[in-house]
T-cell receptor, first 114, second 111 residues
Framework: DTEVTQTPKHLVMGMTNKKSLKCEQHMGHRAMYWYKQKAKKPPELMFVYSYEKLSINESVPSRFSPECPNSSLLNLHLHALQPEDSALYLC?????????????FGPGTRLTVL | QKEVEQDPGPLSVPEGAIVSLNCTYS??????FMWYRQYSRKGPELLMYTYSSGNKEDGRFTAQVDKSSKYISLFIRDSQPSDSATYLC???????????FGTGTQLKVEL
């Protein structure tokens, strides 16, 4: 199984809602990542988890809250988002988060904040 | 200066053409270079991964790294309409688990 799955595919939420994005992998990878991608822009790193511990937070606002409950799952909890947070949210995984790794991406969740 | 720079295009070529996509980078210490392909509204798909200088070939795709010029290239031979996508160069920075992308080049291969 070489797939990274993300749910939901699409999400529309209001600024007062609380929602969560989910990422799952069964490749035995121990590093997992959240990226944000705006239209016609490259992905921008948000968070990195290595062996279920948060290792990088790229100064992301606290309205985004990541969680790694086990080695196969990565969640991104959303609360009080702004319309400018509308984007494609991508999950990626790599073997162990070291130099020789390659990152494999999921299909993304397209988020619209009204 | 940005860590990675890439011409955004768009680039339009006829079917069967050889396509050359390029990026430059700023830090000579970078060693791990990747090319991703991204179709519209999909996640990036890893195409090629190269370490240090030299060429790497996979089917119709060749990745080239010139560390002396800090220049990386992706060549696509016999381009097909199905190659129409955005191509992103990426470099592993920040100690190994931070991937920094170029802006992406939008490619259209026309019949």
């Amino acid at each position: 199984d070489t797939e990274v799955t993300q749910t939901p595919k699409h999400l529309v939420m209001g600024m007062t809602n609380k929602k969560s994005l989910k990422c799952e992998q069964h490749m035995g990878h121990r590093a997992m990542y959240w990226y944000k991608q705006k239209a016609k822009k490259p992905p921008e790193l948000m968070f990195v988890y290595s062996y279920e511990k948060l290792s990088i937070n790229e100064s992301v606002p606290s309205r985004f809250s990541p969680e790694c409950p086990n080695s196969s799952l990565l969640n991104l909890h959303l609360h009080a988002l702004q319309p400018e947070d509308s984007a494609l949210y991508l999950c990626a995984t790599s073997l162990a988060g070291v130099n020789t790794d390659t990152q494999y991406f999921g299909p993304g969740t397209r988020l619209t904040v009204l | 200066q940005k860590e990675v720079e890439q011409d955004p295009g768009p680039l339009s070529v006829p079917e069967g053409a050889i396509v050359s996509l390029n990026c430059t980078y700023s830090n000579s210490a970078f060693q791990y270079f990747m090319w991703y392909r991204q179709y519209s509204r999909k996640g990036p798909e890893l195409l090629m991964y190269t370490y240090s200088s030299g060429n790497k070939e996979d089917g119709r795709f060749t990745a080239q790294v010139d560390k002396s010029s800090k220049y990386i290239s992706l060549f696509i031979r016999d381009s097909q309409p199905s190659d129409s996508a955005t191509y992103l160069c990426a470099i592993l920075t920040g100690g190994g688990n931070k991937l920094t992308f170029g802006t992406g080049t939008q490619l259209k291969v026309e019949l």
